[in-house]
């Protein structure tokens, strides 16, 4: 019987088509990003925060420019390619953020509340944070991440980060694994990189922080973070929290060796 | 002699233990790693929601087992799982399991509630499932997490037995596929009756654009 | 006075190619703050590129260009070593105008 064969090749005949069209929306997305990642707002944020890194501030009117983010005292240049990292002065893994604070503590006199007061810029109030971030992240721009995974303390955070990225909790049942647990997927028309596939992770954790448009301001991995939960349906999660910092070492795990090609530039 | 014997037990034991289907231990299970995680996690979300924060903080049987397997459980945890998410399976008591598929619709494209920035308590929450399938023809904006749901009822009829599977898939999926990543909607008090028997509609419904 | 834009000038054949990024917040005026207030609308009204005293662009915008605006165009009769100058006007008639030395592009 020859109709159930053509039948079959009609079919298969139509498949590339489907394909096609996938593809065809991707590159269509790809070259709108190409376009965009030309004006990248968040140039505005790296200039602003190399300005307040440089300005005297706080109770004791000091500069950033003595803080050390790993590689030594007031050494900015390729510091972000290694955090987070163990510190021997807090005896703490620190991400970026988690560091700034510090040094706003400690060589600015602003209390701790007061240096975590405004995280997430909102348009009604910036956040210096942001600016701070996109500067220290700009200054490792095209160098390979290198999170050192070393340090008693850095194996732990590593442990436990992996047993969060698979905790699953909640009226949704999710853990970060529901999204980022598989190649290929994307949720409505955002792609999902699978964060335990180093294909994915090079390419996608290296580009935080990033100027997300939808936001209309640049966002860190802090805030990256936060919005899972918030989707996730988990309450607020705390900034520069334990559980923040160890899911980003186990990240940067799989990321490590990837580009950084931060601020990035995102929906 | 008691030597060479205790080692052939032993190997018999190894043996069992490495035969699939068999319980052995999950993998996310290292030296008290998982009870650390759990105090990490007590002290990282203070500062915000406290009652959405209590919640989380206590995980059900199913979502213990499904972290520490890694949604990939052996068989006889995957099978004691899907007969005990079954059993929680409540249908409703008018036996009417199909509603409205442009509810449906507005129900599967609406992603409100149990966000902490969520706060009218009087607004229904949404059933989100855009995010995760293709659903309708028309709709281009669909997640690729779960499979399509295009042509649903189309390929498998709206009989009786097809309408109580998927309203039982919808109100807990873990009856059906252990460690499912979609959301046990109707067991979690996510959805109500009404709701799912409009998304048993927009699925199978000839009508429903689902099977155009 | 507000941020500074970052212009970036060069040659593009005989051709000058123009991109610019403005800090600016343009508020809709339909944005409600977190006390329910409306915030007033605050955006471009009014951008003008000039080059050797001519004006090469002449725009007008409204509240449908977001915030951060980014603009990318080119233009005849430039070369490089000359100045680019771009001012922007709001409609609280706040201005800013920065220039840009053309160089010699790639």
Redesign the interface.
């Known amino acids: 019987m020859g109709l159930p064969r053509l039948l079959i090749a009609g079919l298969l005949a139509l498949l590339p088509l489907a394909a096609a069209a996938q593809d065809s929306t991707q590159k269509e997305i790809e070259r709108y990003r190409q376009m965009l990642a030309e004006g990248n707002p968040a140039d505005l944020f790296e200039a602003r925060g190399e300005e307040l890194w440089k300005t005297k501030r706080g109770p004791k009117n000091a500069s950033l420019e003595q803080c050390d983010l790993g590689l030594g005292a007031g050494v900015v240049k390729g510091a972000y390619a290694r955090l987070p990292r163990w510190f021997a002065d807090t005896d703490r893994v620190q991400d970026l953020e988690s560091r700034l604070v510090t040094c706003m503590t400690t060589l600015q006199g602003y209390t701790v509340d007061e240096a975590m007061k405004n995280p997430f810029s909102s348009p009604d109030r910036k956040s210096d944070m942001e600016a701070l971030a996109s500067y220290v992240a700009g200054q490792s721009r095209g160098m390979k991440l290198d999170v050192p995974i070393v340090h008693p303390k850095e194996r732990e955070a590593f442990a436990i980060g992996e047993q969060l990225f698979y905790r699953r909790a909640g009226p949704y049942d999710f853990a970060c694994a529901s999204c980022h647990g598989e190649n290929g997927r994307r949720i409505r028309l955002q792609e999902l990189p699978k964060l335990t596939d180093p294909k994915d992770a090079q390419k996608i954790f290296t580009t935080w922080p990033a100027y997300r448009v939808s936001q209309g301001t640049v966002r860190t991995m802090e805030h990256r973070l936060y919005d899972c939960y918030w989707q996730m349906r988990h309450p607020q999660i705390d900034y520069t929290s334990d559980a923040a910092i160890d899911l980003m070492v186990f990240m940067a795990k799989y990321a490590n060796g990837g580009e950084i090609a931060a601020p990035g530039l995102k929906r | 002699m008691r030597r060479a014997r205790v080692i052939v037990f032993a190997a018999a034991v190894a043996a069992t233990a490495a035969m699939p289907g068999c319980a052995t231990q999950p993998p996310?299970d290292?030296a008290g790693?998982?009870a650390?995680?759990e105090e990490?996690?007590r002290?990282?979300?203070?500062?915000?929601?406290?009652q959405?924060?209590a919640?989380?903080?206590?995980?059900d049987e199913?979502?213990k087992l499904?972290?520490?397997w890694?949604?990939q459980p052996p068989k006889d945890v995957a099978e004691k799982i899907e007969q005990a998410q079954m059993a929680t399976i409540q249908y409703p008591a008018s036996g009417k399991l199909m509603g409205d598929w442009r509810q449906g619709e507005k129900i599967a494209q609406d992603g409100y509630g149990?966000?902490?920035?969520d706060p009218d308590p009087k607004r229904a929450n949404g059933g989100n499932c855009?995010?995760?399938h293709r659903i309708s023809k028309q709709e281009l904006?669909?997640?690729?997490?779960g499979p399509s749901l295009y042509q649903f009822g189309k390929l498998r009829g709206a009989d009786e037995a097809v309408q109580k599977y998927v309203y039982g898939k919808i109100f807990n999926p873990q009856a059906f596929l252990a460690c499912s990543?979609m959301?046990?909607f109707g067991h979690?008090?996510?959805l109500t009756e009404e709701q799912m028997a409009h998304l048993v509609a927009l699925l199978l419904d000839p009508d429903s654009p689902v099977n155009k | 006075m507000a941020d500074p834009m970052r212009i970036r000038a060069s040659m593009q054949g005989d051709k000058v190619e123009v991109k610019v990024l403005m800090a600016h917040d343009m508020e809709t005026g339909l944005r409600k703050d977190p006390d329910g207030k409306l915030v007033p609308a605050h955006f471009i009204r009014n951008v003008g590129v000039t080059h050797g005293g001519r004006t090469v662009l002449s725009a007008q915008w409204g509240t449908s260009i977001s915030r951060n605006p980014f603009m990318h165009f080119r233009f005849k009769g430039g070369k490089p070593g000359d100045k680019v100058t771009i001012t922007w006007v709001d409609n609280k008639g706040d201005t800013r105008t920065d220039e840009a030395v053309i160089s010699a592009g790639g």
Request: proline share 2%; aromatic share 10%; charged share 20%.
């Open positions: 996310g290292d790693a998982r650390r995680a990490v996690f002290q990282s979300f203070t500062r915000g929601n406290r959405m924060a919640r989380v903080e206590q995980q199913v979502q499904c972290s520490a890694r949604n149990l966000r902490f920035t855009y995010n995760c904006s669909y997640g690729t997490i990543n959301p046990r979690n008090g996510v």
